[in-house]
């Protein structure tokens, strides 16, 4: 009888305890708040050798869900699908370095940007490759990213290669089966500090191609947006943005 009281006061307890959790989360913000990200573009997103989602985006994450007083539950997702499963309820935002563009607003409604992204051409040092003069060149980029759609209305009689993920498009660069990878700026710098990186550099201008990189939220979660958009605000005025940034650049990417 005694070891059936003790479980009944330790069940009872627990549930005060997850109902006050609950309460004391932001109205409107699910708890566990839901998070999808991608895995393959470092270092933003990329998987740990422990099998964890880590970097900037993830941070960014967990700090939001912590200012909001929810669990944070990361959810992997491959690129291609990301969107689709948004919407499909598999997760309740997008944390994965999406740009804010006209046609994906369509159909997510997205927050403030969370950083500020240029897109670059990378090519090999010496190498002559001219982004003016593309006819005849091979192009890789990740599919479904605002460089793809670029790239698509603009390389002329170039070929473009499409990947799945970006750190397969790094891998056809550094073994000389493409000419150049367009892609966001930030990401190619990363890469370009590797071993794999060492013999390529950006060339010509960078593109400015979005309104910035937001998280993304299901059109009718409205005030789930109007949280995170508080959040942030309050994580970029009290130092909390800028130490994380820190983690990733020695520079401002906001």
């Keep these: 009888m005694k070891g059936l009281i003790a479980f009944l006061m330790a069940a009872f307890i627990a549930g ?8 004391y989360a932001e109205p409107g913000v699910p708890n566990p708040l839901r998070i999808g990200s ?6 933003f997103n990329f998987v740990d050798q422990s099998g964890q989602l880590k970097g900037f985006d993830i941070d960014i994450a967990m700090a939001l869900c912590e200012r909001l007083k929810v669990e944070c539950k990361l959810v992997a997702q491959d690129w291609d699908g990301i969107i689709p499963a948004l919407l ?13 563009t006209d046609e994906r ?28 003069k593309l006819d005849g060149k091979t192009i890789g980029t990740q599919r479904a990213t605002i460089a793809a759609n670029w790239l698509a209305k603009n390389a002329g009689g170039a070929k473009v290669k499409l990947y799945d993920k970006q750190t397969d498009a790094y891998l056809d660069l550094a073994a000389r089966r493409l000419d150049a990878i367009f892609a966001d700026g930030l990401v190619l710098h990363e890469w370009l500090k590797t071993k794999a990186g060492a013999g390529f550099e950006m060339v010509g201008d960078a593109y400015e191609l979005d309104e910035g990189i937001g998280i993304a939220v299901r059109k009718e ?20 943005y800028a130490a994380i940034n820190a983690r990733y650049f020695p520079f401002s990417i906001y």
């Design 16 to 23: 005060l305890l997850s109902t006050a959790r609950v309460a």
């Design 38 to 43: 991608e895995g393959y573009y470092p270092p």
């Design 88 to 100: 499909a309820g598999k997760y309740d935002a997008i944390v994965a370095s999406m740009s804010i």
């Design 105 to 132: 607003k369509k159909v997510v409604s997205f927050t403030d940007k969370y950083y500020s992204n240029k897109v670059r051409f990378v090519a090999a040092k010496g190498g002559g490759f001219d982004p003016g």
């Design 221 to 240: 979660d409205n005030v789930l947006r109007q949280r995170l958009n508080a959040a942030l605000a309050a994580m970029l005025a009290d130092g909390t």
